[in-house]
Antibody
């Protein structure tokens, strides 16, 4: 069955770089897009960026200068790297599949704090 | 970037009541391929979002048919015909037509 699972550090220091991994199963990264979405505590959802099935990427305009999304199709993994983290980057980070966002991971909580 | 304006921000309903949520886009969501990539999600408390309706009006598998979606161009509506207790949570519209993609600000449904 289709699954997505986010992993990464729960705590990151301000000004440091966040690295997250989305490991997928039940589908191929060369057939489906994968998005990263985040949610600050108690707030709404924010689309961060996308890895297309063909390897192309798109990014949120406000995050573009700090964000990079890549993948390893042999390991069924999509990666997120975001630098210069600040406290307002604290939140839950999700990966989700496809053109219609049909499957979501459980999310990983990231706290930016010294 | 496309802005999705969701109203109302909160909704209080009794069991069995029918309710509607509006999502208005700052530009048409009709893609050049003929599809309109406007979808509706529900995020129950403490859970990940889940897809309810995709491509404006198509019901995701396993979602009760009391949920329905309609609209075109820039105006879209999610309707729940007969709210049940399990429907509480925050509803989001999301557009996947124009990158960067965007979410509405959410509508919190409370059960009276």
């Amino acid at each position: 069955q289709v699954q997505l699972k986010e992993s990464g550090p729960g705590l990151v220091q301000p000004s440091q770089t966040l690295s997250l991994t989305c490991t997928v199963s039940g589908f191929s990264l060369t057939s489906y897009n994968v998005h990263w979405v985040r949610q600050p505590p108690g707030k709404g959802l924010e689309w961060m960026g996308r890895m297309r099935y063909n390897g192309d990427t798109s990014y949120n305009s406000a995050l573009k200068s700090r964000l990079s999304i890549s993948r390893d199709t042999s390991k069924n993994q999509v990666f997120l790297k975001m630098n210069s983290l600040q406290t307002d980057d604290t939140g839950t980070y999700y990966c989700t599949r496809g053109q219609v966002f049909d499957y979501w991971g459980q999310g990983v909580m990231v706290t930016v704090s010294s | 970037d496309v802005v999705l304006t969701q109203t109302p921000p909160t909704l209080s309903a009794t069991i069995g009541q029918s309710v509607s949520i509006s999502c208005r886009s700052s530009q048409s969501l009709l893609h050049s391929n003929g599809n309109t990539y406007l979808h509706w999600l529900l995020q129950r408390p403490g859970q990940s979002p889940q897809l309810l309706i995709y491509l404006v009006s198509r019901l995701e598998s396993g979602v009760p048919n009391r949920f329905s979606g309609s609209g075109s161009g820039t105006d879209f509506t999610l309707k729940i015909s007969g709210v049940e207790a399990e429907d509480l949570g925050v509803y989001y519209c999301v557009q996947g037509t124009h990158a960067p993609f965007t979410f509405g600000s959410g509508t919190k449904l409370e059960i009276k």
